[in-house]
């Protein structure tokens, strides 16, 4: 264990705050709290022994030795915490649920997102892109008429920005990254500069900068730009007003010293294998490290009770020995204050399955993610391919403008591997090469080479607004190997963001004509996540980036939770992490969420430090 | 060998060529017995021997630091710069021969013995005198006193530390006068343990030779530095006694996780791998004459970085990519003729093809 705690020790302590989940969210609020005094106990539903190299390896090991390398291949298969995994997914029949996976999906759209359930959470599988939200991502409804406006502004938490990116260990520089109203403060740097970008990306930039894209009304000149990512690079000395900043490496405890700059390895998702990147167990480390948090893994927090007086009395949790057998003791925790940071779908289905929907009923409801359109094909020279990491630019100038009252923006980014996601290259270029074009020796390698390192693969990421229809429910008849309700997806693409599936396959055309790209995109009826829109088919992925399922607001008749991700029915419950966001934009949600949570935890800590004490006269 | 104390300038900067290449000379033992071990076995013992590899790097390159803030001129592509192995180290400590070799216990002996700590004091009892042994790796030194050897690294770099202080205080700030743009800073290095630390002056010298020195070997005796790092030597040695030291542990009986060791997942390379080990034409071959030119170039890229272009590191990972990857390769086939020997490469820097 991280921490030496029991669970009959963890039941008689008398912890300032229980935090449910030990991803992001999480590790930052216990982190940012004990280093202010107060007492955090995390419960992880999933395995993890030790905030260790050696831990990570086999997580690794199990990656490298998968048949389908899916961004949960890392991580067994787990029947008392399951998640979502993408070769789950299957195409749907109109009517039919399909519940042969954990998550349930009830269509129409069948939906290959995933989180993971493990010591460090999703951040076990990110790709370490850290995008901060436009300004007008905030304002969707007072600016376009789509969406929910935020209760708070961007002003509100660029502060908690600059936290995040710390925290986060991001690199990138401010000129880059000043765009379509962000803004940073005059003297702000990031705390490493950018990372270098691909030699696949200077030949995209060097054929696309200054084409010029119509959307509706708008007129965008693209201009191809490093991107923001959370993983190590050259600090800049010029970070906190000249104090620097020194990387976060490899999580160790026994000095193992990796991870001090990004190696270019390709596989960043799931795993970086030194540990250039970013995640939540370099955060739990810092935080176990206060002596002040302790973490008991392999504990699933069950049910949520309430009292007469409205607050969270405490939070039954199973714990369990092994993940082969459903053998688990039972048992309740308490806190003053309780965060739920388990990730938006399994935030839900907990106070769902906990009797707890809310006095709004929107806890569930206005699911969001990215709807992912893949276009792919191959660049007329060499380009390198497979030189990583997996993203160093992207095209940052169909984020904004006016055309966001009639279609979804969307962020487009440049993949330096290749066709991995939409075809697995490059393992079925190979097996192909091999089976069914009889190639091998010299002319193998020749061939592999050739083809991989002409691949080019566009993502376009496209914004999807909040419906209250698209929503997490649970069912009595869906239950995991511990009992608990699994949770139950129904979800489709509304017709704001397909609009923009056919925008963006349309700019795809045009750049690949620019680039000279033979275009090679096929979305075949028989796959999940097609879709037909306006006469055209389309394979729309997931972007794991699920949010809204507590949704932020003003008032608890339309929301679930506060500026602060209070629980407007429970005042010592938070609910934490990209659930609540009211609007995702098209920035990939950590950073965003990361910011949030510091945001919280300050409020925590002025709620648990202003209560009236009681003083015994002497 | 012999080296005579530090009086002069030159004689600081004699000793900090032996530095280099002392340094740079435990880096073929560790990186073969490193690259001898089967993919994925050892994994414990792997991550051991690779951090000390890399903190060797780092004190390579700030004993280069250190050279060129005296006004000297790291030079790491002379053809004497890399020693034949089997040899002594060019510090003198001569009661033991250091070789490239595979992963064993017997090896781990040897790297202990590299890192052992310092028994000495003050003052000469750091020189202990021998007879030369005809094996002894020398750098050209004036011999004005003869046969004194250094017992440890710790000790040597003790007497560089002295030298550099007497030195100071006969010449003032005038000792350092290289070129400030010759320092590698923490731009283009990292890892290591520590971080890099630009000399300018006498007190960023004492803070270089107090990272090389804490970091190798425990000066004054502790397992754990300042910064409560494991030394090299204790490092070493969990790998024979089967567990991790922890903090607060004492010497020789560590309390931590046990460490599991497999002494029989390791590729059986041939010991102290030389060219004319390769002498019949053909792919083996190819192979080592590869590696020792790529090893030869890795060499020139770092003289060069260490002469004012920090920048080259950068390139330089790429180079060390290659090397392992090329060393892997190389110890993946049996030698032709030696059944039960597997071919190792030759870290003997042979230089670029020239192209006419």
Same mark, same amino acid.
């Given at each position: 264990?991280?921490?030496?705690?029991?669970?009959?020790?963890?039941?008689?302590?008398?912890? *300032?705050?229980?935090?449910?989940?030990?991803?992001?969210?999480?590790?930052?609020?216990?982190?940012?709290?004990?280093?202010?005094?107060?007492?955090?106990?995390?419960?992880?539903?999933?395995?993890?022994?030790?905030?260790?190299?050696?831990?990570?390896?086999?997580?690794?090991?199990?990656?490298?030795?998968?048949?389908?390398?899916?961004?949960?291949?890392?991580?067994?298969?787990?029947?008392?915490?399951?998640?979502?995994?993408?070769?789950?997914?299957?195409?749907?029949?109109?009517?039919?649920?399909?519940?042969?996976?954990?998550?349930?999906?009830?269509?129409?759209?069948?939906?290959?997102?995933?989180?993971?359930?493990?010591?460090?959470?999703?951040?076990?599988?990110?790709?370490?892109?850290?995008?901060?939200?436009?300004?007008?991502?905030?304002?969707?409804?007072?600016?376009?008429?789509?969406?929910?406006?935020?209760?708070?502004?961007?002003?509100?938490?660029?502060?908690?920005?600059?936290?995040?990116?710390?925290?986060?260990?991001?690199?990138?520089?401010?000129?880059?990254?000043?765009?379509?109203?962000?803004?940073?403060?005059?003297?702000?740097?990031?705390?490493?500069?950018?990372?270098?970008?691909?030699?696949?990306?200077?030949?995209?930039?060097?054929?696309?900068?200054?084409?010029?894209?119509?959307?509706?009304?708008?007129?965008?000149?693209?201009?191809? #730009?490093?991107?923001?990512?959370?993983?190590?690079?050259?600090?800049?000395?010029?970070?906190?007003?000249?104090?620097?900043?020194?990387?976060?490496?490899?999580?160790?405890?026994?000095?193992?010293?990796?991870?001090?700059?990004?190696?270019?390895?390709?596989?960043?998702?799931?795993?970086?294998?030194?540990?250039?990147?970013?995640?939540? #167990?370099?955060?739990?480390?810092?935080?176990?490290?206060?002596? #002040?948090?302790?973490?008991?893994?392999?504990?699933?927090?069950?049910?949520?009770?309430?009292?007469?007086?409205?607050?969270?009395?405490?939070?039954?949790?199973?714990?369990?020995?092994?993940?082969?057998?459903?053998?688990?003791?039972?048992?309740?925790?308490?806190?003053?204050?309780?965060?739920?940071?388990?990730?938006?779908?399994?935030?839900?289905?907990?106070?769902?399955?906990?009797?707890?929907?809310?006095?709004?009923?929107?806890?569930?409801?206005?699911?969001?993610? $990215?709807?992912?359109?893949?276009?792919?094909?191959?660049?007329?020279?060499?380009?390198?391919?497979?030189?990583?990491?997996?993203?160093?630019?992207?095209?940052?100038?169909?984020?904004?403008?006016?055309?966001?009252?009639?279609?979804?923006?969307?962020?487009?980014?440049?993949?330096?591997?290749?066709?991995?996601?939409?075809?697995?290259?490059?393992?079925? *270029?190979?097996?192909?090469?091999? *089976?069914?074009?009889?190639?091998?020796?010299?002319?193998?390698?020749?061939?592999?080479?050739?083809?991989?390192?002409?691949?080019?693969?566009?993502?376009?990421?496209?914004?999807?607004?909040?419906?209250?229809?698209?929503?997490?429910?649970?069912?009595?008849?869906?239950?995991?190997?511990?009992?608990?309700?699994?949770?139950?997806?129904?979800?489709?693409?509304? *017709?704001?963001?397909?609009?923009?599936?056919?925008?963006?396959?349309?700019?795809?055309?045009?750049?690949?004509?620019?680039?000279?790209?033979?275009?090679?995109?096929?979305?075949?009826?028989?796959?999940?996540?097609?879709?037909?829109?306006?006469?055209?088919?389309?394979?729309?992925?997931?972007?794991?980036?699920?949010?809204?399922? $507590?949704?932020?607001?003003?008032?608890?008749?339309?929301?679930?939770?506060?500026?602060?991700? #209070?629980?407007?029915?429970?005042?010592?419950?938070?609910?934490?992490?990209?659930?609540?966001?009211?609007?995702?934009?098209?920035?990939?949600?950590?950073?965003?969420?990361?910011?949030?949570?510091?945001?919280?935890?300050? $409020?925590?800590?002025?709620?648990?430090?202003?209560?009236?004490?009681?003083?015994?006269?002497? | 060998?012999?080296?005579?104390?530090?009086?002069?300038?030159?004689?600081?900067?004699?000793?900090?060529?032996?530095?280099?290449?002392?340094?740079?000379?435990?880096?073929?033992?560790?990186?073969?017995?490193?690259?001898?071990?089967?993919?994925?076995?050892?994994?414990?013992?792997?991550?051991?021997?690779?951090?000390?590899?890399?903190?060797?790097?780092?004190?390579?390159?700030?004993?280069?630091?250190?050279?060129?803030?005296?006004?000297?001129?790291?030079?790491?592509?002379?053809?004497?710069?890399?020693?034949?192995?089997?040899?002594?180290?060019?510090?003198?400590?001569?009661?033991?021969?250091?070789?490239?070799?595979?992963?064993?216990?017997?090896?781990?002996?040897?790297?202990?013995?590299?890192?052992?700590?310092?028994?000495?004091?003050?003052?000469?009892?750091?020189?202990?005198?021998?007879?030369?042994?005809?094996?002894?790796?020398?750098?050209?030194?004036?011999?004005?006193?003869?046969?004194?050897?250094?017992?440890?690294?710790?000790?040597?770099?003790?007497?560089?530390?002295?030298?550099?202080?007497?030195?100071?205080?006969?010449?003032?700030?005038?000792?350092?006068?290289?070129?400030?743009?010759?320092?590698?800073?923490?731009?283009?290095?990292?890892?290591?343990?520590?971080?890099?630390?630009?000399?300018?002056?006498?007190?960023?010298?004492?803070?270089?030779?107090?990272?090389?020195?804490?970091?190798?070997?425990?000066?004054?005796?502790?397992?754990?530095?300042?910064?409560?790092?494991?030394?090299?030597?204790?490092?070493?040695?969990?790998?024979?006694?089967?567990?991790?030291?922890?903090?607060?542990?004492?010497?020789?009986?560590?309390?931590?996780?046990?460490?599991?060791?497999?002494?029989?997942?390791?590729?059986?390379?041939?010991?102290?791998?030389?060219?004319?080990?390769?002498?019949?034409?053909?792919?083996?071959?190819?192979?080592?004459?590869?590696?020792?030119?790529?090893?030869?170039?890795?060499?020139?890229?770092?003289?060069?970085?260490?002469?004012?272009?920090?920048?080259?590191?950068?390139?330089?990972?790429?180079?060390?990519?290659?090397?392992?990857?090329?060393?892997?390769?190389?110890?993946?086939?049996?030698?032709?003729?030696?059944?039960?020997?597997?071919?190792?490469?030759?870290?003997?820097?042979?230089?670029?093809?020239?192209?006419?």
């Amino acid at each position: 264990m991280p921490a030496p705690i029991d669970h009959a020790a963890a039941a008689r302590t008398d912890y *300032d705050v229980l935090v449910v989940g030990s991803g992001v969210s999480g590790a930052i609020i216990a982190r940012s709290l004990a280093e202010r005094g107060l007492q955090v106990l995390i419960v992880e539903a999933g395995p993890g022994e030790e905030l260790s190299v050696a831990e990570y390896e086999t997580h690794l090991t199990r990656f490298y030795g998968a048949a389908a390398k899916d961004n949960n291949s890392a991580y067994e298969v787990n029947p008392n915490a399951p998640m979502p995994r993408s070769p789950d997914v299957r195409r749907l029949q109109a009517g039919h649920p399909d519940s042969t996976s954990y998550l349930i999906q009830n269509g129409p759209y069948e939906m290959d997102s995933t989180y993971t359930r493990v010591l460090g959470g999703t951040t076990m599988h990110w790709e370490g892109k850290a995008l901060r939200m436009l300004p007008e991502d905030f304002q969707m409804r007072t600016r376009f008429g789509q969406g929910r406006d935020w209760p708070i502004a961007y002003d509100d938490l660029e502060l908690y920005y600059q936290q995040a990116e710390r925290e986060l260990g991001v690199s990138a520089d401010v000129a880059d990254q000043t765009f379509y109203g962000i803004t940073f403060p005059p003297d702000y740097v990031f705390p490493m500069h950018s990372l270098p970008q691909s030699y696949l990306d200077t030949i995209i930039a060097r054929d696309l900068d200054g084409t010029v894209v119509q959307l509706e009304e708008t007129e965008r000149t693209i201009l191809v #730009r490093p991107t923001a990512q959370s993983r190590n690079s050259i600090p800049n000395p010029a970070y906190d007003g000249g104090k620097g900043y020194v990387p976060v490496g490899a999580v160790s405890t026994h000095q193992v010293d990796q991870g001090d700059r990004c190696q270019g390895n390709i596989n960043c998702v799931p795993l970086c294998p030194v540990q250039a990147k970013y995640s939540a #167990r370099k955060t739990l480390s810092f935080g176990v490290r206060t002596g #002040r948090v302790d973490i008991l893994t392999q504990t699933v927090a069950s049910q949520v009770h309430v009292g007469a007086d409205g607050q969270v009395s405490h939070v039954d949790y199973q714990a369990y020995g092994s993940t082969t057998s459903p053998e688990h003791v039972t048992g309740s925790l308490r806190a003053t204050t309780y965060v739920l940071a388990a990730n938006p779908v399994e935030n839900a289905r907990l106070l769902l399955a906990s009797g707890l929907p809310s006095s709004s009923g929107l806890v569930g409801r206005n699911l969001m993610d $990215h709807a992912y359109l893949l276009t792919w094909g191959l660049l007329p020279e060499v380009a390198g391919t497979m030189r990583g990491s997996q993203c160093t630019s992207g095209i940052e100038d169909l984020r904004s403008g006016d055309f966001r009252t009639r279609h979804a923006a969307m962020r487009v980014s440049i993949h330096n591997d290749g066709w991995s996601w939409p075809t697995g290259s490059p393992y079925t *270029d190979l097996i192909e090469l091999v *089976d069914d074009a009889n190639a091998y020796g010299t002319a193998l390698r020749r061939r592999v080479a050739d083809r991989i390192s002409r691949q080019l693969m566009l993502s376009f990421m496209i914004d999807l607004p909040p419906e209250p229809s698209n929503r997490i429910t649970v069912d009595g008849r869906y239950v995991d190997a511990l009992g608990n309700l699994r949770p139950v997806l129904s979800y489709s693409l509304p *017709d704001y963001t397909m609009d923009a599936v056919a925008v963006s396959r349309r700019v795809s055309r045009q750049l690949f004509q620019r680039l000279g790209v033979e275009d090679r995109t096929h979305y075949d009826p028989l796959d999940p996540g097609f879709v037909s829109h306006q006469g055209d088919g389309y394979v729309i992925r997931g972007g794991n980036h699920w949010s809204g399922t $507590h949704i932020m607001g003003t008032a608890s008749h339309d929301s679930v939770v506060d500026s602060h991700q #209070r629980s407007w029915d429970h005042q010592n419950l938070y609910l934490v992490g990209s659930g609540s966001m009211p609007s995702i934009g098209t920035s990939n949600t950590t950073l965003t969420l990361a910011a949030l949570s510091f945001r919280t935890a300050d $409020h925590i800590v002025s709620e648990l430090t202003t209560r009236p004490s009681v003083t015994i006269e002497g | 060998m012999s080296l005579r104390r530090i009086a002069t300038v030159e004689d600081l900067q004699q000793y900090l060529h032996v530095a280099m290449q002392l340094e740079h000379a435990t880096i073929p033992p560790y990186l073969t017995a490193l690259y001898s071990m089967h993919p994925t076995a050892n994994a414990d013992a792997y991550r051991v021997i690779r951090v000390v590899a890399v903190e060797e790097m780092l004190h390579l390159t700030l004993s280069a630091n250190i050279l060129n803030a005296v006004g000297g001129t790291p030079d790491l592509s002379a053809n004497s710069f890399v020693p034949v192995y089997p040899a002594r180290l060019p510090d003198g400590e001569d009661d033991f021969e250091v070789g490239t070799r595979a992963f064993s216990r017997d090896t781990i002996e040897t790297f202990l013995k590299i890192e052992r700590p310092a028994v000495a004091g003050e003052d000469d009892s750091r020189f202990v005198s021998r007879d030369r042994s005809a094996g002894a790796l020398l750098p050209a030194v004036d011999a004005h006193e003869d046969s004194l050897h250094f017992f440890s690294i710790g000790e040597f770099y003790a007497e560089i530390g002295e030298g550099l202080e007497r030195l100071h205080h006969e010449m003032g700030e005038g000792l350092f006068c290289g070129d400030p743009a010759r320092q590698v800073g923490p731009a283009y290095y990292y890892s290591g343990g520590a971080a890099i630390v630009e000399v300018t002056d006498a007190s960023s010298a004492a803070a270089a030779l107090r990272v090389i020195s804490e970091q190798g070997e425990g000066l004054g005796g502790g397992i754990f530095d300042e910064e409560g790092e494991l030394a090299h030597y204790y490092r070493f040695q969990q790998l024979l006694l089967g567990r991790h030291y922890q903090p607060g542990d004492e010497a020789g009986s560590p309390t931590g996780p046990a460490l599991d060791v497999d002494w029989d997942a390791v590729y059986p390379v041939v010991p102290d791998s030389a060219l004319d080990h390769y002498t019949e034409p053909g792919e083996l071959q190819d192979a080592v004459t590869a590696f020792s030119r790529a090893y030869g170039d890795f060499l020139t890229r770092l003289t060069e970085a260490f002469n004012g272009r920090p920048d080259l590191l950068l390139p330089a990972v790429v180079d060390m990519f290659h090397i392992r990857d090329l060393a892997s390769q190389i110890i993946r086939n049996p030698m032709p003729g030696r059944p039960g020997v597997n071919a190792a490469p030759v870290f003997r820097g042979l230089a670029p093809v020239e192209v006419a």
